[in-house]
């Protein structure tokens, strides 16, 4: 793992570790947090379904597991700080982690709907966003809180939505954050709230630093503050290049392209392509089925890759026909989040 | 009006025509045909509701107003075409309309819920799509055909989808699609059949020409033919600049820009920008509050425009942080669909 911090524990796999597993190793996920690790005990753990609910309810793990029916979902997190180091090349961003694109994996997660839990507590018609709260204090909040997040309503009520105790038929490891966490398919990893105590059912988003303040894209020149910015949730269309690596040498010729695309809430990856030159060629990129439709697609392509140095780009298209815009200098924000800008990778082509 | 093609008549207004109205009046709507226009008696009309449902039904215009609640929704209809102009100055598009930015309209709309009439026929749960016909024949098609097309079952359930026979309170205009048309808000144009005939619930989408052939974005190259490039439903995020206009003089120094931006399925604007350096710094628009959740936002905003020639662009981010590609080069396609780069119009700053 490629650690960006020991304290609090930020680390992501190299690119080329992603590359052909459609389903992320354990050992290669990566691993976002704002505070220290918490290390709760599952047969003290409870959870709380409070606020705009009928019934509040407090649940041990074992009543959540036994209560509800258990669902399995294989689904793609990623942080929205994915391929924020080449945002920092344009301009530097102090303070933020340098991610490359590597924050971005995907599980087969374990657990229940969280449709199901808000259906027994009895979620009210008033209920518009449902939180979610950690044990995990985050340093860098203002004031220091722990950390937090919520969701729309119809997104907590769609049946992909768990809270999960397992990832790829494990127990839930303490990094991801056992004994049990949230994971929202297609939305910035920041909702998929880990270490779960609390899920309260509002009528307005968390004010929670992580909601009303952090992961809020600004525009340039404007600084953070509660409320500002757009507040990220669904995902952007993106792709990134998982080999040949940035630099490395080549056979020139025929030189296989990998690389994972995933889309936003009700869209798909629809076309995958590659160029050599720019953008003023493309070539289709061969997609692999996905493991579901929560799940990135992972595609690769065979281009002939002239004898030099050579600047390779990508860009995925999503069913709407939306795809990513060209440079990083033009979607650099000062948090520096969702860099959705063509993949790029510079190799040198040497003559066979 | 511009007007494109005579017979089909295919005409657009001038972009300020849009200006300053969040609803387009009638007269003013853009009109994209295929074929001679049909003159339905409303008396004689019929509506075959068949295929996978349990009672197939046939609805004069008098059943279908009585036997559904009425319904009415502001609603933008946009051609996959709109913009094409721009890509056809990339590269030629021969036998295609060149559409300026002014293939986009929005209006208010009163009819039934297509997902009542549905449900009152009896949608079978292998149903997985839903396709519309009309008596209009293309010549353009292969074969010749009538107009028809298709979207996914859960967007005919959706309430916003309507079985329109009024636009803007006024009775359907002839041009329009009287006395009935399909009403499909955030999918692209081609959707929202006019004329309709027949509602058809089937596994499979419509196998018609403009669905199967046509609409469809196919990568640069490529040959249209059934089945192959991406198939157009939901719309990407758009913006378009419609005052000042492409080569119109402006005073330099404070200058009101304004124009729509619109976004596809489950998303919003979040933000529109201005900018006269080429992306280097962007101003934010002002966005209004948009007659509803189905319609496009018109926004604007006052830039300091510099006296000399001078470029102004603009781009729309979506709730999920998408925004733009650049440039028009990068997204032209043989067919000329979803150009959703960045508009520009190019001004002349005259000191005052």
Known sequence: MIVHSADPYNAEPPRAALDGHPVTPLDTFYSRNHGPIPRLDPDA???????????????????????????TVVATLACAGNRREELGRVRPLPGQEPWGPGAVSTARWTGVALA?????????????????????????????????????????????????????????????GAPVR??????????????LQRVTAREHPSDNYFQATNYRLLPAGDDAGPGRGLPLGVVAVNAAILRPGDGEPVPAGPTRISGYAFAGEDRDVARVEVSVDGGRHWQQAELDAGAG??????WRATVDVPAGP???????????????????????????????????????????
């Open 45 to 71: 753990w409870r959870l709380e379904v409070d606020g705009l609910v009928e019934r509040p309810l407090t649940l041990s793990l074992d009543e959540l597991r036994t209560r509800f029916d258990s669902r």
């Open 116 to 176: 199901d839990v808000l259906a027994a507590a009895g979620l009210r018609p008033e209920a518009r966003h449902v939180a979610f709260t950690a044990p995990d204090v985050a340093p860098k909040a203002q004031p220091p809180q722990p950390f937090g997040g919520s969701i729309p309503v119809a997104k907590a009520m769609a049946s992909e939505v768990l809270l999960a105790w397992a990832m790829n038929a494990a127990p839930l490891p303490v990094v991801h």
């Open 182 to 195: 949230v994971v929202v398919p297609r939305y910035i990893g920041a909702r998929s709230v880990k270490w």
């Open 293 to 298: 439709p929560w799940a990135w697609r992972l």
């Open 310 to 352: 050579v600047e390779i780009v990508a860009r995925a298209w999503d069913t709407s026909a939306s795809t990513q815009p060209e440079s990083a200098g033009h979607v650099w924000n000062p948090q520096g989040y969702v860099n959705n800008s063509w993949p790029r990778v510079h190799v040198t082509g040497r003559p066979g």
